[in-house]
């Protein structure tokens, strides 16, 4: 059995900044790939931001230079910082992870439960 669970969403006006963060817990033999994706209103789920273990990062255009993407391969985490937001970054952010197990041989993609994050006046 395997968790993805996010902490982090909530409220925020225009220019401020918010930290998510996503523990993964369970039965983890190893973990890939870590990310984040988001899902406004009525729009498909896209991705923000995803870190290897090794450390390479990939954004989307609408986000790089205002958050920041990192992860603590240790504890499990990843964490996404999110500065200078605007009313378009409101979404549900999802918490994304290339998981293997220890009884599996793939590794599978596993998400949290997501999390609401509103920027507004």
């Known amino acids: 059995q395997v968790q993805l669970v996010e902490s982090g969403g909530g409220l925020v006006q225009p220019g401020g900044s918010l930290r998510l963060s996503c523990v993964a817990s369970?039965?983890?033999?190893?973990?890939?790939?870590m990310g984040w994706y988001r899902q406004p209103p009525g729009k498909q789920r896209a991705l923000v931001a995803e870190?290897?273990?090794?450390?390479?990062?990939n954004y989307a255009d609408s986000v790089k230079g205002r958050f920041t993407i990192s992860r603590d391969n240790v504890k499990a985490t990843v964490s996404l910082q999110m500065n200078s937001l605007k009313p378009e970054d409101t979404a549900v952010y999802y918490c994304?992870?290339?998981?293997?197990?220890?009884?599996?041989?793939?590794?599978?993609?596993?998400w949290g439960q997501g999390t609401q994050v509103t920027v507004s006046s």
């Open positions: 870190i290897t273990s090794g450390g390479s990062t």
């Open positions: 369970g039965s983890i033999s190893s973990i890939n790939v």
């Open positions: 994304t992870a290339g998981i293997r197990t220890y009884i599996s041989y793939y590794y599978e993609a596993y």
